[in-house]
């Protein structure tokens, strides 16, 4: 835009408050100085865990045959170990949390809820009692020993029927 003032553009006007501002700065006798600053800091490559090398876990409850008494599931009985393991990169020591997502049974706090009315899948951790969507801490360098049972509701009659039920093993790291 070429405005006039007193019938200069300010073009001109800028170029003269310019001169005009060197003039004052040499005539002042300022003196400049100057420092170097250092900047420095860390880079750190973004933490990585994997587990059990990307691979889908799978457990036979009643051991090899899969079979297991209706009339014996107690929650102790048929106990299965649930095998898996993590590696991880690039993370600050060495606990991480895990959590076992799915579906929660209507009649056991914590237990996995299966096809069949009245079975559910309970999860310990080094033998003490764990529940489904929630974290716990373990640490990666020596994995505890996860395992899981079948419960069953009081009262209820099981049929003979196959079930699989599934869920997902998810870890979190900072």
């Not at 933490?47 to 409850?61: A, E, H, K, Q, R």
């Not at 170990?81 to 579906?103: H, Y």
Request: aromatic share 12%; with cysteine; proline share 4%.
């Amino acid at each position: 835009m070429w405005s006039r003032f007193r019938g200069q553009p300010y073009k001109g006007l800028l170029l003269f408050v310019c001169l005009l501002f060197i003039g004052w700065l040499s005539a002042a006798g300022s003196v400049f100085a100057a420092t170097i600053v250092n900047i420095s800091g860390t880079i750190r490559a973004a933490p990585n865990c994997v587990l059990n090398n990307d691979y889908i876990i799978s457990v036979l409850i009643g051991g090899a045959t899969g079979v297991i008494d209706v009339e014996k599931i107690d929650g102790n009985n048929y106990k299965e170990k649930v095998p898996f393991s993590i590696a991880c990169k690039n993370i600050q020591g060495s606990t991480v949390k895990l959590k076992i997502q799915g579906s929660e049974s209507n009649f056991y706090y914590g237990a996995l809820h299966t096809d069949i009315p009245g079975l559910g899948l309970a999860f310990q951790l080094d033998g003490s009692s764990v529940s489904i969507n929630q974290w716990f801490d373990v640490s990666y360098l020596s994995l505890p020993k996860l395992e899981v049972v079948p419960v069953k509701q009081r009262g209820v009659v099981l049929p003979s029927k196959f079930f699989l039920v599934r869920a997902v093993l998810v870890v979190g790291y900072i």
